[in-house]
């Protein structure tokens, strides 16, 4: 009789085929000679057991070894060579993402380096600075206008009219006349400048302006010095004079010259210690750089029955050249002249009032004051 396998137990026996009873399963003798040993049955058979890795595809493989195969490592390679190629390869990364800003970072200096000689360039390419002059308009303590015509017998009434003299200054104005101030005694100049000032027996009469500087350059520029250029004088056109004489009075602050310029002119006429003496041998003018506008007043004083014309040249320093002189000029470019007028030696007409009444000085020359023209 024999047996089958199944998948799902063991083999049942099956009848012979002359119907008697089923064999006995052969076993296997001890030896050869059958000896008392019997045989023993044998089992079904055991399938070897699978791992569940082996059922799912293989071996699972490490973060580590899928790195390091993208990088292309050796498999059997030790842990921190992986480390340090995985650290590399992060950084070579990085400098890539971040390749614009650090080249950006690397030429801070020689960008900025570039801009601030560029904007040195323009700096200097810019005018050092521009001058405006323009004459007082204020009216001041004591002045004298003066007019190249006569007045009409109107103008004199309307003029003589006006007891307190208050709108005598815009009148005269009005009419064409133009304003002279009289120069403060400067009592604290030394006794050398305070003789020259009254030396002509007469008191002295200023055609007063003010000079704006401005500069838009960023670095600071330097006025320290300046001289009257081109003087050329002709006798006063002036016919007329009106004058409302000083009563005393501190100077104003500011320079004063005379033309041609005296020794040290232009001198300082604050009332202050250094009065009368050089303005530039201890002030200067500074513009640019961040600093305001610098403006200076100034007298200008033209000999007894002149008219003047003139220039002026300045002296200044800054950052890109030490120590030049430029003449200014107007807004046209043409040379910067000065115009400055003094009372005519013999007027037709010649008025004083303020501290005595309006006094005709043409008519009655002895009257009191009109010495003082």
């Known amino acids: ?21 089923p064999a006995e399963p052969t076993g296997q003798s001890g030896d050869s ?24 595809g293989g071996p699972r493989e490490s973060i580590w070894a899928i790195v390091a195969e993208a990088l292309g490592l050796a498999p059997g390679a030790s842990r921190r060579r992986k480390v340090v190629l995985l650290l590399v390869t992060l950084a070579i990364g990085l400098l890539v993402v971040f390749r614009d800003t650090l080249i950006d970072y690397a030429m801070i200096k020689p960008n900025v380096a570039r801009e601030n000689d560029s ?8 005018l050092p600075f521009t001058v405006s002059v323009q004459p007082e308009n204020g009216e001041p303590r004591e002045w004298a206008m003066v007019l190249d015509r006569e007045l009409t017998g109107d103008e004199s009434r309307k003029l003589t009219s006006d007891k307190g003299g208050s709108t005598a200054f815009s009148y005269l104005k009005s ?21 020259q000032q009254t030396s002509t027996g007469r008191m002295e009469l200023s055609d007063t302006f003010k000079m704006i500087v401005q500069s838009t350059r960023s670095s600071a520029v330097v006025i320290d010095d300046w001289k ?9 056109t002036a016919q007329t004079v009106v004058a409302n004489p000083p009563q005393g009075g501190a100077a104003y602050q500011g320079i004063r010259l005379h033309l041609p310029p005296r020794a040290d002119e232009p001198v300082l006429t604050d009332d202050t210690e250094g009065q009368g003496e050089s303005y530039f041998g201890t002030h200067y003018i500074e513009v640019g750089g961040g600093q305001p506008s610098g403006g200076i007043r100034a007298e200008a004083i033209a000999p007894p029955g002149q008219s ?3 220039g002026i040249s300045v002296h200044y320093n800054d950052s890109y050249q030490k120590g030049r002189w430029v003449q200014l000029r107007d807004g046209k ?3 910067l002249r000065m115009r400055t007028e003094s009372v005519p030696v013999h007027p037709r007409q010649k008025w004083v009032f303020g501290s005595v009444p309006w006094t005709p000085c043409h008519e009655k020359p002895k009257e009191p004051m009109c010495g003082l023209l």
């Open 333 to 335: 470019g043409k040379p």
């Open 175 to 195: 009419l064409g006349g133009r304003p002279l101030a009289y120069a403060p005694l400067l009592e604290h100049a030394p006794k050398r400048y305070t003789q």
């Open 1 to 21: 009789m024999t047996t089958t396998a199944s998948s799902d137990g063991p083999p049942e026996p099956q009848p012979g085929r002359d119907g008697g009873a």
């Open 308 to 310: 003047c014309e003139w």
């Open 33 to 56: 000679g059958g000896g008392s040993g019997g045989c023993s049955p044998s089992g079904p058979a055991q399938l070897p057991r699978q791992s569940s890795s082996d059922t799912e």
């Open 228 to 236: 009257v250029t081109d003087v050329t004088c002709r006798k006063s």
């Open 119 to 126: 904007n040195k360039e323009y700096d200097a390419s810019q």
